[in-house]
T-cell receptor
Framework: DAGVIQSPRHEVTEMGQEVTLRCKPI?????LFWYRQTMMRGLELLIY????????DSGMPEDRFSAKMPNASFSTLKIQPSEPRDSAVYFC??????????????FGPGTRLTVL | GNSVTQMEGPVTLSEEAFLTINCTYT??????LFWYVQYPGEGLQLLLK?????DKGSNKGFEATYRKETTSFHLEKGSVQVSDSAVYFC????????????FGGGTRLMVKP
């Protein structure tokens, strides 16, 4: 398996522009997580889905952020409009949802976003 | 609530030195515990885990023991290498939280030749 795939790997945009980050989870995994990582705030969980349904979006910073998972093999994180403080590395991770207990999260390589 | 506290870095060691990175937790239930590692420019990957008290997780020469009495899961390695330079994250998961993880702040390790 190719692992979790994220695109683009790098994105540079100007303040006010719309940004869309994409994630393809590992086939067969039915939990998907979006994280943001910055030097100041460390690693933050933004939102996660089980079976394509958003379970907890309490980490989404504000209404400018939205995430969708239209099917089991694709998810997007959109920022509209973007601001310089959104500059960060955004990670997607996926995990198989077992019958109980924990299953390992597999992380993608991340998208480095720079908002000028 | 649930939280994980790690020692602040960076931790700078010479090659072949002994490593300890402290991790303590608070949890409303009975968690599973994990160490993840992030190499430069990459995503996080699972290093080791322990799912019940007194379990020892181990991988690549790293070890950590689940200590319920001290609510700790300290990471140790007897002899570090330059290639171990990375950021290490301690994390917990509760069985009733699906696969959601609560991460510590991360500890950067720098190993010098």
């Amino acid at each position: 398996d190719a692992g979790v795939i994220q695109s683009p790997r790098h994105e540079v945009t100007e303040m006010g522009q719309e940004v869309t980050l994409r994630c393809k989870p590992i086939s067969g995994h039915n939990s998907l997580f979006w994280y943001r990582q910055t030097m100041m705030r460390g690693l933050e969980l933004l939102i996660y889905f089980n079976n394509n349904v958003p379970i907890d979006d309490s980490g989404m910073p504000e209404d400018r952020f939205s995430a969708k998972m239209p099917n089991a093999s694709f998810s997007t994180l959109k920022i509209q409009p973007s601001e310089p403080r959104d500059s960060a590395v955004y990670f997607c991770a996926s995990s198989p949802l077992g019958s109980g207990g924990y299953n390992e999260q597999f992380f993608g390589p991340g998208t480095r976003l720079t908002v000028l | 609530g649930n939280s994980v506290t790690q020692m602040e870095g960076p931790v700078t060691l010479s090659e072949e030195a002994f490593l300890t990175i402290n991790c303590t937790y608070t949890a409303t239930g009975y968690p599973s515990l994990f160490w993840y590692v992030q190499y430069p420019g990459e995503g996080l990957q699972l290093l080791l885990k322990a799912t019940k008290a007194d379990d020892k997780g181990s991988n690549k020469g790293f070890e950590a023991t689940y200590r319920k009495e001290t609510t700790s899961f300290h990471l140790e390695k007897g002899s570090v290498q330059v290639s171990d330079s990375a950021v290490y994250f301690c994390a917990l998961s509760l069985n009733n939280a699906g696969n959601m993880l609560t991460f510590g702040g991360g500890t950067r390790l720098m190993v010098k030749p």
